[in-house]
């Protein structure tokens, strides 16, 4: 569903600008943009993106799956739960699941995640935050008895 923005075509690339929200209608979906594709805005979607062409602009979900194809080119902040990253991500990402970054995957911004793997020749520059205090409010720990005259 577009909410709001123009579609044009070029010769051989769409452009989008505007923004796309996915409705939630209850079953399970995977958007697609696909290589030639070029959408510039912000995405918002419930349940899994792939993304094989560009995004340039902001993409968020509450819980769902991101996926950057190996030909996928994002310049975006990235709000997410979580994200598979096969292609090239320039841009801060915050992923409250979990971070997969593939041996073709290059990242140039911040993670913030609980989760992170790296495969042996991925790229990544940037800085990590980890841990699920990151995610979540920390609950109290009462402190631990401790034995008398011990």
């Known amino acids: 569903m577009v909410e709001s923005g ?3 075509l070029r010769k051989h690339m769409g452009l989008l600008k505007g923004n796309l929200v ?3 209608s209850g079953g399970s ?4 943009i696909g290589r030639g594709i070029e959408v510039s805005g912000d995405i918002f979607f419930s349940d899994q993106l ?3 062409g560009k995004v340039d602009g902001k ?6 799956t991101l996926v950057i ?3 996928g080119r994002i310049e975006a902040e990235v709000d997410i739960g979580t994200c598979v990253i ?3 991500l320039h841009g801060n990402l915050i992923a409250r699941a979990k971070v997969e970054i593939h041996r073709s ?3 140039h911004g911040d993670l913030i995640t609980p989760v992170l793997i790296i495969e042996e020749g991925a790229v990544f520059n940037g800085a990590i935050k980890m841990g699920q205090e990151n995610n979540r409010k920390l609950e109290e720990v009462p402190p631990a008895n401790v034995a008398k005259g011990a």
């Open 86 to 88: 096969q292609g090239t």
């Open 6 to 8: 123009t579609f044009r």
């Open 50 to 52: 792939r993304v094989d």
């Open 69 to 71: 194809g190996e030909s």
């Open 105 to 107: 995957g290059r990242v």
């Open 29 to 32: 979906d995977m958007g697609l």
């Open 22 to 24: 996915k409705s939630e």
């Open 59 to 64: 993409i968020a979900s509450e819980s769902g």
